[in-house]
């Protein structure tokens, strides 16, 4: 008999040395108390949160907090099972009509989380005659949706519509083709050219499928997205998205104008062999998205403290994402300084997401930051200040020193 | 694949295992001597994200398009080769 854990003797290995390097877990961080949307005790001290995909800080927000109180109360901690075989809440129903009025389609469907919502829908909607066609960054879940259909799968350069539009146009397959992209992508925090992805897949006849996890809530009128915020929200088939970033509680959904949603419904495994979402969830969900449409101050608040931290960080000679968006992407010159900054930065009281390569494009380490329209002033001030004193250190080997 | 890496290459093979060495050439940080056999995620510990952007220069090089499902099953230089191989023949996209 052989060792069927031996494949993970090399990750727990590189999780060893990650441990060993930076003298904690930054994988494996533990809040001990959750202070508010923006901050949260870590280690014993106050941290201010700047990796929490919090957009909009909504997480306590009080008409949710009161909502879920309410739904909790009412109808219980779980619904213990699927909607197909226990049956729905009319609040999932609810949530659903309200899901497709915010983005202006004829249907809603809700899954428990983002994942489920992109595993659900391509293994769905992707049958074996079907390519589809996936831009690089896409997020994990887009890719393992892929795997579990039966379609051939494409990725063709990140936001690159010329060379989607050479994959199209050499396609032979007999069946449908599809193309999938985000909003705003997660690790770079660049927005995708939706206007010129739309136009191409358009001429060659394909659907578009965009998932707005970092996008809704954050741009667009309405709160609806970069597709809306490019006017061209109608040329978009499948309006994927999650509540676990900018709605500030969990789940997952795709709006259509499509009718077979309904029927996606009967079919999408992802949907149908798991528990459907938890009543004060779904009431969260209800309250945050209806301030968020009914706010744009929100979505103000979010750019100008995005700005306050892309433009410092930009000054202190910080290499960045291409866009200046919610999402900060501060690249490392190495692993190694990546996870010397980023403990650096935790000990003076700053959050931030250590991304490592795979999961981050062109295998680079990446401190991922993502700004909350509930930063004060003053949080932005301590963060900019930590992130002045990282750069001005001697063993700093980034850009900035140079 | 029906194509095996024995015998001696057409020229036609070893202009892509050329190709495919170069490339991987740029990302070999352990220093060991690239050749067919060689494994590319195990030896050279590239990740699969490297190995699909690898395929980005390989598909336009020799203007082909290779689907994500067949990268799965490919461990060596020599069976990335064959898998562009077989693209070029085919004349563009196959399907699983
Ligand atoms: C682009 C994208 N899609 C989907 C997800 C998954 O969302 P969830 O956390 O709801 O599973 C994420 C978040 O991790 C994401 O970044």
């Given amino acids: ?402 | 694949m029906t194509e095996n890496t024995v015998g001696t290459p057409t020229p036609e093979r070893r202009e892509i295992v050329e190709a495919v060495c170069a490339e991987l050439e740029k990302h070999n940080t352990t220093g060991i001597q690239l050749h067919e056999e060689t494994d590319v995620t195990g030896e050279l510990a590239i990740d699969s994200v490297a190995v699909m952007d690898l395929m980005f220069e390989l598909e336009e090089r020799f203007d082909i398009a290779v689907p994500l499902n067949q990268l799965g099953s490919v461990r060596t230089i020599g069976q990335i080769a064959d898998l562009v191989r077989s693209q070029a023949k085919s004349g563009g996209q196959q399907t699983e």
């Avoid at chain 1, 106050?46 to 800080?57: A, H, I």
């Avoid at chain 1, 390519?131 to 896409?138: A, E, N, P, R």
């Avoid at chain 1, 060659?204 to 707005?212: P, T």
């Fill in chain 1, 1 to 402: 008999m052989k060792d069927l854990l031996a494949k993970f003797t090399a990750v727990g290995r590189q999780h060893a040395e990650l441990l060993a390097q930076v003298g904690s877990d930054p994988l494996g961080v533990r809040m001990d108390r959750v202070i508010g949307p923006t901050e949260a005790e870590i280690e014993g001290r106050r941290c201010v949160l700047l990796g929490s995909n919090n957009y909009l800080g909504l997480t306590f927000e009080p008409t949710a907090l009161e909502g879920a109180h309410v739904a909790l109360d009412a109808a219980g901690t779980g619904t213990t099972g699927s909607r197909v075989a226990n049956g729905s809440y009319s609040m999932h129903q609810d949530l659903e009509r309200q899901l497709a009025a915010f983005f202006r389609r004829r249907h809603a469907l809700l899954f428990s989380t983002g994942y489920q919502a992109n595993v659900g829908m391509l293994s769905a909607i992707a049958g074996r005659d079907d390519t589809v066609l996936i831009d690089s960054d896409c997020h994990a879940s887009i890719y393992d949706g892929c795997k579990l259909s039966d379609a051939t799968v494409q990725r063709f350069r990140h936001n690159d519509p010329e060379n989607l539009d050479r994959r199209l146009a050499r396609l032979q397959a007999p069946g449908n083709a599809l193309v999938v992209i985000e909003g705003i992508y997660s690790m770079l925090g660049d927005r995708a050219p939706v206007r010129e992805i739309a136009e191409v897949t358009r001429r060659h006849g394909a659907y578009l499928m965009v998932d707005e996890a970092h996008s809704l809530g954050v741009t667009g009128p309405g709160a609806r997205g970069v597709a809306a915020e490019a006017g061209v929200a109608d040329k978009v088939d499948f309006i994927v998205g999650t509540f676990s970033k900018s709605v500030g509680t969990i789940g997952g959904f795709c709006a259509a104008d499509h009718d077979a949603l309904e029927a996606i419904r009967l079919s999408a495994r992802a949907y149908l062999f798991t528990a459907s979402l938890p009543p004060a969830v779904v009431a969260s969900a209800r309250c945050t998205l209806e301030r968020m449409r009914t706010d744009p101050g929100l979505r103000d608040r979010l750019w100008a403290n995005a700005e306050i931290v892309y433009d410092g960080l930009a000054r202190m000679g910080f290499e960045l994402g291409p866009e200046k968006t919610p999402v900060i992407a501060v690249r490392m010159p190495d692993t190694q300084t990546g996870l010397a900054t980023w403990r650096d930065l935790l000990d003076a009281g700053v959050y931030v997401n250590l991304a490592l390569p795979p999961a981050t494009p062109n295998g680079n380490c990446l401190l991922r930051c993502s700004v909350c329209a509930a930063h004060s002033a003053d949080q932005l001030d301590h963060v900019l200040a930590a992130f002045a004193r990282v750069a001005d250190a001697p063993d700093w080997r980034g850009t900035a020193a140079e």
